[in-house]
């Protein structure tokens, strides 16, 4: 297969132990450059002990992360996401006190250079690199549709302005790789569907290979090229959209096995 | 401009408000002392002297210097430093050891201003030495930072708590340190040399010029901290502050960043410890004690964390009720009622009862941030939510 050498991301042979307890068994799971991929498995099934590992919160028991062309298993967490990994969070988690421009601009951080005393003289190098941060994040807060929050702070704002800004946020790191933990959790159909489109738009735009964790199937099955199932740390299954909704262990995970046989 | 671009334009016209008082109030009381009490008569010398000593009000300025110092780690990286006395030691022995005729093995005068007839020692010029107890302070700062700040930040409390101990105790026991003399021991380093500025020499007893110097010093601290403040650092303390985990997530470096806050907050001790020795002609190893920490530390809080202003009024406050207010406010009250408390060795009770009250009353201090007093006022609106709920369910 081809897929390694046009893959954004690649995980080999990933296995999780905390103390003897197996969370992620062995599991290999590859995202191809642009593209929309997604995770998913009923709770507890180890997606995001798995998406830790990504981000390098976790080291792995063994197994390696590829992105790109570079091992990135056990680097820092700031150097992966330096890199070009960029996540938002299940459980929103800006900067509240911090305004939404403020917010945007931390993740400018590694991209930008001015030291102690640059800042403190404010030379012009300083100046010019701030006002383009500025710019850029008024960019990136426009492109989500949240233009108008530039000031307000973080924890002001509605929930589905929080969870655009989360994304503003993670572009600003200009990410090759942009990894979604649950992105619609707490939206209404209405908002997912909006929240659908606005994602291929941004795979479309900017290029950016994405992965997905979602409970949402529908969203799932509309938006990903491919889906893979865990289910208590194990890959179950990995196949498009239509492949997964047919396939029984898939089923079995998410129903049990009674619903199985009751669906036949 | 909309309502919320026009607050944020109204803190840049604060700050310049802000700096502009600060400015007029030193530059008031520089020529007040210099050209008016003077001429004026005992009566008003005398109350000038009791309440608004200039002596006092300089080390106001170094109270400033260090409360703004540990704003940085406390305030801006919200990293716990218990123990910021051993800074303000170390860099008062810097200016010990390199401008005055204590280490008398040595003879070097680089550009300083030796008192005549007391040419041993090392006599360094007064920059010089500002910039070597920064430098030195700093390194003090990575020695004890490197390996704590990886750890969560109760630990980094305990750890500096140690330091903020062993440091003073250090200086208090060291006259023999392997048969050499390094601080002189409880009787300290006295006759500092007399610091020669531009060509001007600050005599011993010239307060007003020492005055000036070390309100340069304090406005210089403040210009950094707000500098610091609205830059990439800044925001990147911020950040850790509020979310450790989403700022490394957002690519911030968490030990370098938390490590820049401790040794520039590092650098304003040391700095402000020359300062004090300079303005006091000597360094005294019993002055540097726990709640010399603890009383910065509540200026900071006091003050407002994170507010540079807030921190210079609660430093005055604070500095202010200690060194004079609590004698003069006491002999005031000793007089009139014609009672005998004593009232300087009440401080501590009437310190904690100000900590208590001020926790029940006003927790985001005097002036707080802008954004410290959102959150306050919040939790004070959940608070009231709650009682009204439980009153609704008590009355079912």
Do not use: C
């Amino acid at each position: 297969m081809s897929l390694s050498s046009t893959a954004a991301l690649d995980a080999q042979n990933i296995h999780v132990e905390f103390g003897g307890l197996v969370a992620v068994d062995d599991v290999s799971f590859t995202i191809p450059q642009g593209s929309i991929v997604s995770l998913i498995g009923p709770n507890g099934a180890g997606k995001t002990t798995f998406f830790n590992v990504l981000t390098g919160l976790y080291k792995p028991t063994s197994g390696a992360v590829i992105f790109g062309d570079k091992e990135i298993t056990g680097n820092q967490v700031h150097d992966i996401a330096q890199s070009g990994v960029a996540r938002t969070f299940q459980n929103i988690r800006l900067f509240g006190l911090m305004t939404a421009q403020e917010n945007v601009m931390v993740a400018m951080h590694s991209h930008m250079s001015a030291g102690v005393y640059a800042t403190i003289f404010r030379t012009k190098k300083q100046r010019a690199e701030e006002e383009e941060a500025r710019r850029f994040a008024q960019e990136l807060l426009d492109y989500v549709g949240i233009g108008y929050t530039t000031h307000e702070y973080a924890r002001n704002l509605s929930y589905g302005d929080q969870r655009r800004l989360e994304v503003a946020r993670a572009l600003a790191l200009r990410p090759s790789v942009l990894l979604l933990d649950e992105p619609t959790a707490g939206m209404n159909p209405n908002e997912s569907a909006t929240f659908v489109q606005f994602v291929q738009k941004l795979k479309e735009d900017k290029g950016i290979s994405i992965l997905l964790i979602e409970h949402d199937m529908s969203v799932v099955m509309q938006v990903s090229e491919r889906v893979t199932v865990l289910d208590q740390g194990q890959k179950i299954a990995e196949g498009t959209p239509a492949e997964i909704r047919s396939n029984r262990r898939v089923i079995e995970a998410y129903l049990g096995k009674s619903g199985s046989e009751a669906s036949k | 401009m909309t309502k919320i671009e026009a607050a944020h334009h109204a803190v840049g016209v604060n700050n310049k408000k802000w700096a502009i008082g600060f400015s007029t109030v030193v530059g008031v009381i520089f020529l007040l002392n210099v050209f008016v009490l003077p001429n004026a008569n005992t009566q008003v010398q005398r109350f000038f002297n009791a309440w608004f000593s200039l002596n006092s009000l300089a080390e106001i300025m170094i109270w400033i210097l260090m409360a703004l110092g540990l704003n940085i780690i406390v305030g801006y990286a919200g990293l716990l430093d218990l123990g910021y006395v051993a800074f303000w030691a170390l860099g008062g022995y810097v200016a010990g050891w390199l401008m005055s005729p204590f280490l008398s093995q040595f003879q070097v005068n680089f550009f300083g201003n030796p008192r005549p007839g007391f040419d041993q020692g090392i006599h360094f010029n007064v920059f010089l030495v500002l910039i070597l107890g920064g430098v030195f302070t700093a390194i003090w700062g990575i020695i004890i930072g490197g390996p704590t700040l990886r750890l969560k930040s109760d630990y980094l409390a305990l750890v500096t708590l140690g330091f903020g101990e062993i440091i003073p105790q250090f200086m208090l026991n060291g006259s023999d340190i392997g048969g050499i003399n390094v601080t002189n021991g409880a009787q300290g380093i006295g006759g500092l040399d007399q610091p020669k500025i531009f060509g001007y020499t600050i005599g011993t007893f010239d307060l007003p010029a020492k005055f000036l110097m070390v309100s340069l010093m304090a406005g210089a601290m403040i210009f950094f901290s707000i500098r610091l403040r609205d830059g990439r650092l800044g925001r990147a303390w911020l950040a850790i502050r509020e979310d450790e985990l989403a700022a490394s997530m957002m690519g911030v470096p968490l030990w370098r960043t938390k490590f820049s806050s401790y040794a520039i907050g590092a650098v304003g001790g040391g700095i402000g410890g020359v300062g004090f020795a300079i303005l006091v002609g000597g360094v005294y190893a019993d002055r540097f004690n726990f709640v010399i920490s603890i009383i910065i530390l509540a200026m900071v809080v006091l003050g407002g964390m994170g507010n540079v202003w807030g921190v210079v009024v609660g430093a005055t406050v604070l500095a202010w009720v200690n060194a004079v207010g609590l004698v003069q406010v006491g002999e005031l009250i000793n007089s009139t009622f014609d009672t005998k408390f004593n009232f300087p060795s009440y401080q501590f009770l009437l310190f904690g009862l100000l900590l208590v009250l001020m926790m029940l009353f006003r927790r985001e201090g005097f002036l707080p941030e802008a954004r410290m007093r959102m959150v306050m006022n919040e939790e004070k609106l959940e608070d009231v939510e709650k009682v009204t709920d439980d009153k609704k369910i008590g009355s079912h």
